[in-house]
């Protein structure tokens, strides 16, 4: 059984801030534990805009506090997110993110990241395995 707390992961190499400005992520589950998914908690900032595409891996993204739009780039649907809402990038979405306060988010993934990941030109992250 594996107990852990986002909190023990602050400001260690699991505690990632974007070089962009507009979000930080914990990753408190990862592939190097092998439960087939990794889980996150991301915070992206009020009044910033993200754009992402995960072309290799399926996100679950479930808002636990603040508001944001999430558009489908590829059919301009707006989805308005607030606690208690989740969005699931099942078909692998271009998708931009416009937290309307400080939006915190649990995301889980699959397959599971690495933590070693970032967003590429288009978004993406690349499909990075363990040893």
């Known amino acids: 059984m594996i ?37 996150h908690e991301t915070i992206m900032y009020a009044g910033t805009e993200t754009s992402m595409w995960y072309a290799n891996h399926i996100e679950a993204v479930l808002c636990v506090e603040g508001e ?27 998708h ?10 649990i995301c889980v993934f699959n397959p599971p990241v690495t933590g070693r990941e970032e967003h590429d030109e288009n978004g ?3 499909l990075l395995t363990e040893d």
């Open 96 to 105: 931009t993110v416009r937290p309307k306060s400080d939006f915190r988010v």
């Open 68 to 94: 944001a739009q999430v558009t489908d780039d590829e059919t301009g649907q707006v989805y308005d997110i607030t606690p208690g809402t989740m969005y699931l990038l099942n078909g692998h979405e271009h």
């Open 3 to 39: 107990v852990r707390s986002f909190q023990e992961f602050k400001g260690t190499d699991r505690h990632i801030k974007a070089e962009s400005g507009t979000w930080e992520s914990t990753r408190i589950v990862l592939a190097k534990e092998k439960v087939g998914f990794s889980l």
């Open 124 to 126: 993406a992250y690349p």
